[in-house]
């Protein structure tokens, strides 16, 4: 499960760096840094936010995909132990799985909220 899991991020990797690279050729290249419109502080720090954001969704729903394929089993050990024990209890076997995705839609909406901001303009200018 671990090796797939490592072909996915690889193949996942692979897609991105050949989308960027398209990206990056599509740029005109006679326009500078200069004559770009200026972003404000704000701005920048809210889309920072959402791409920070999504890349923690992506890590908890593998986490999620971990743990729906492969459940850990009681008793559990560790610093986690208690949260995995009231979790089992709340949701039985796949609890800790339903957790982690719970986690990783909350910080997808969490990015799609902070994105919408950007898009309207009004990220945090007061």
Do not use: N
């Not at 923690?56 to 593998?62: P, T, Y």
């Not at 560790?78 to 990783?104: H, M, N, P, Q």
Request: hydrophobic fraction near 55%; aromatic fraction near 12%; glycine fraction near 6%.
């Amino acid at each position: 499960m671990e090796l797939l899991l490592f072909f996915v991020a690889m193949l996942c990797l692979w897609v991105f760096m050949r989308f960027d690279a398209k990206r990056m050729k599509s740029i005109h290249p006679g326009r500078s840094e200069s004559t770009q419109a200026p972003i404000s502080p704000a701005l920048s720090r809210t889309r920072a936010i959402s791409k920070l954001s999504l890349g923690g969704a992506a890590v908890f729903a593998s986490l999620a995909a971990a743990e729906w394929f492969s459940p850990t089993t009681r008793p559990y050990t560790g610093r986690y132990a208690l949260l995995k024990e009231a979790l089992y209890s709340i949701a039985g076997d796949r609890g800790v799985a339903l957790f982690w995705l719970v986690t990783a839609a909350l910080l997808i909406l969490f990015a799609l909220a902070a994105s919408r901001a950007v898009a309207t303009g009004d990220a945090g200018e007061a």
